[in-house]
């Protein structure tokens, strides 16, 4: 199984920080790393699909990038809505792991 | 628009299996994959496995191989996951969430509700 592994596993800033997230992969996955940002008590939310398109309505406040091994989700100028706890997965071969999840809290 | 509807919160003893539902509408229902994703109380995501609406075909994740089994009636557009044995560590929100067909391209960009299974004696 691919390991995914994040950093750091939690996070505080201000409204308005840049702030970045990183996603290691145990083996190449080559781009297929996405993201997903999630809130207490729903279900997760896709942000950045192949690494670094952003998928259709999210703010383009969010970014990815990266490829084969090691991965960024980057959210320039947080603003209140974006606390939340984010996760990374792998699409490149089953099981489609997800990281342990990053949560991002309010300094 | 898209939506992803599942059936409502189980509570089950030790041992018994649970089936849970994912009515999917707003979309053509054979040109996605399901996938059903668990989360337990504080904790991560865990993908469980893959069934292809059109032709029924399924893959498993192995922690699960044995246990779970996913079907789908393509009449009303619904998955469903039953898992059978279950234990204490199962307890979990199950969620289902589709993905495109392309090979490797399976991100989630809609997620049903979520289903909490609660087991407990």
């Known amino acids: 199984d691919i390991r995914m592994t994040q950093a750091p596993s939690s996070l505080s800033a201000s409204v308005g920080d840049r702030v970045t997230i990183t996603c290691r992969a145990s083996q190449s996955i080559s781009i297929y790393l996405h993201w997903y940002q999630q809130k207490p008590g729903k279900a997760p939310n896709l942000l950045i699909y192949a690494a670094s398109n952003l998928q259709s309505g999210v703010p383009s406040r969010f970014s990815g990038s990266g490829s084969g091994t090691d991965f960024t989700l980057t959210i320039s100028g947080l603003q209140p809505e974006d606390f939340a706890t984010y996760y990374c997965q792998q699409s490149y071969s089953a099981p489609y792991t997800f990281g342990q999840g990053t949560k991002l809290e309010i300094k | 628009q898209v939506q992803l509807v599942q059936s409502g919160a189980e509570v089950k003893k030790p041992g018994a299996s649970v089936k849970v539902s994912c009515k999917a509408s707003g979309y053509t229902f054979i040109s996605y994959y399901v996938h059903w994703v668990r989360q337990a109380p504080g904790q991560g995501l865990e993908w469980m496995g893959i069934?292809?609406?059109?032709?029924?075909?399924?893959s498993y994740a192995q922690d699960f191989q044995g246990r779970v089994t996913m079907t789908r009636d393509t009449s009303t557009s619904t998955v469903y996951m039953d898992l059978s044995g279950l234990r204490s560590d199962d307890t979990a929100v199950y969620y289902c969430a589709r993905s495109l067909t392309l090979r490797k391209a399976y991100y989630f960009d809609y997620w049903g509700q979520g289903t909490l299974v609660t087991v407990s004696s």
């Open positions: 069934i292809n609406p059109t032709g029924g075909s399924t």
